[in-house]
């Protein structure tokens, strides 16, 4: 589940603790489990017979996302031109990448509605859970002009434990993010990096036709930058530890495929 920084360039992030003594173990992003059909169905899609040469290549290895079909190859997406720059959407690797998203988990404005503080090993348990999954959640980095700035969660909303607290389409897609730096807050720059990530969905993901986000609904400065992003906000919807910001991006006449 998702929640805001307080700035609205900080992005969203999963919600904050529960009451104790409540058990949240259903609503963890990774426990729904897939039909065993729809398994098989993805096993039997064949692969790509003919990528295209401009996107970037699989980075592979042992950190990256298993089930990454789920998302359609987030690997795969390249990058996008932006008014700050080229920017660009590239799974995490754990061992290269989980020390600089540690530091940003640590600052205090992203960590009063990420709660992944402390040590490093909270952040890399917080990315493995998703590495090791199916691929309905992938975590990335952003990085503007080849630097990493930010971080992003990329995940099938259809499949998450969202979709038991309002209703979802087959293959709506969710976005959690944060900026990872001050000095990249409250200029902007999180709404052309909302804008541009919701334009790459909507480019690679054929099927999908709508993208999802959830801030909190007190931090109204981030549901202004998704409005700002050509987002709407459909509901206001009770999640584990908060109440939040439903707010869509419709897929437009001009990104139909």
């Known amino acids: 589940m998702a929640s805001t920084d307080a700035r609205p360039d900080a992005g969203t992030a999963p919600g904050t603790d529960p009451e104790p003594g409540t058990d949240t173990d259903e609503e963890d992003t990774l426990d729904l489990q897939l039909p065993e059909e729809f398994v098989t169905l993805f096993r039997e899609q064949p692969a790509d017979p003919d990528p295209d040469p401009g996107l970037a290549p699989d980075p592979g290895g042992p950190d990256a996302p298993t089930g990454d ?53 909270v952040t890399e348990d917080h990315l493995r859970t998703q590495l090791t999954g199916d691929g309905r959640s992938v975590p990335c980095l952003g990085l503007l002009e080849g630097t990493p700035m930010s971080y992003w969660e990329v995940y099938r909303a259809d499949l998450d434990p969202l979709a038991r607290h309002c209703p979802v389409r087959p293959h709506d897609t969710g976005l959690h993010l944060l900026v990872g730096d001050a000095a990249d807050r409250g200029r902007g720059l999180g709404t052309t990096l909302i804008r541009a990530v919701a334009g790459l969905v909507l480019t690679r993901r054929t099927r999908c036709t709508r ?47």
């Not at 700050?84 to 960590?111: C, H, K, S, T, Y």
């Not at 930058?225 to 001009?254: H, Q, S, T, Y």
């Open 211 to 257: 993208v999802l986000a959830e801030p909190d609904l007190r931090n109204t400065p981030s549901v202004a930058a998704f409005r700002k992003a050509g987002f709407e906000l459909a509901a206001e919807i009770d999640l584990p530890g908060k109440r939040a910001a439903l707010m869509v991006r419709e897929r437009g006449a001009r990104e139909l495929p």
């Open 69 to 121: 079909d789920l998302l359609d190859r987030v690997a795969h997406w390249g990058p996008t031109a932006t008014p700050e720059g080229l920017f660009q959407l590239v799974p995490v690797r754990l061992d290269q990448d989980a020390a600089l998203i540690g530091r940003w988990m640590n600052d205090p404005a992203v960590a009063a509605f990420w709660e992944l503080a402390g040590p490093q090993s």
